[in-house]
Nanobody, 127 residues
Framework: VQLVESGGGEVQSGKSLTLSCVVS????????IAWFRQAPGKEYEGVAA????????YYPDSVKGRFTMSRDSLKKMVYLHMANLDPGDTATYYC?????????????????????WGQGTQVTVSA
């Protein structure tokens, strides 16, 4: 199983950035994939999830309306488009997945739900 993120970098406040994640090693169409982030000294926070069987997406209130998660099933890729970024969005962003909803636990933004993790990509938002 592999999840490889890309697209991180440094942007100014108010700008947009799109992260990508290509996955392999499990059935993409049966999986659920989520983006988590971790800022220095803080806990992991789920910022977006997509349930691939039905395409439903989930977001916490902290990013709703600014972040959009999408997918390309043929390419086995997911994307996280982040708009109107602010310094509070600075963190390492991780692409995570659970291979099947049959044994997924918790809600789609629950950290313990995901068994596979990418290496992370850094996003830094400057004021």
């Amino acid at each position: 199983v592999q999840l490889v993120e890309s697209g991180g970098g440094e942007v100014q406040s108010g700008k947009s950035l799109t992260l990508s994640c290509v996955v392999s090693g499990f059935d993409f169409d049966e999986s659920e994939i989520a983006w988590f982030r971790q800022a220095p000294g803080k806990e992991y926070e789920g910022v977006a999830a997509i349930s691939n069987p039905d395409g439903r997406t989930y977001y916490p209130d902290s990013v709703k309306g600014r972040f959009t998660m999408s997918r390309d099933s043929l390419k086995k890729m997911v994307y996280l488009h982040m708009a109107n970024l602010d310094p509070g969005d600075t963190a390492t962003y991780y692409c995570t997945a659970v291979g099947s909803l049959l044994y997924a636990i918790g809600s789609p933004l629950y950290l313990g739900r995901y068994e596979y993790w990418g290496q992370g990509t850094q996003v830094t938002v400057s004021a």
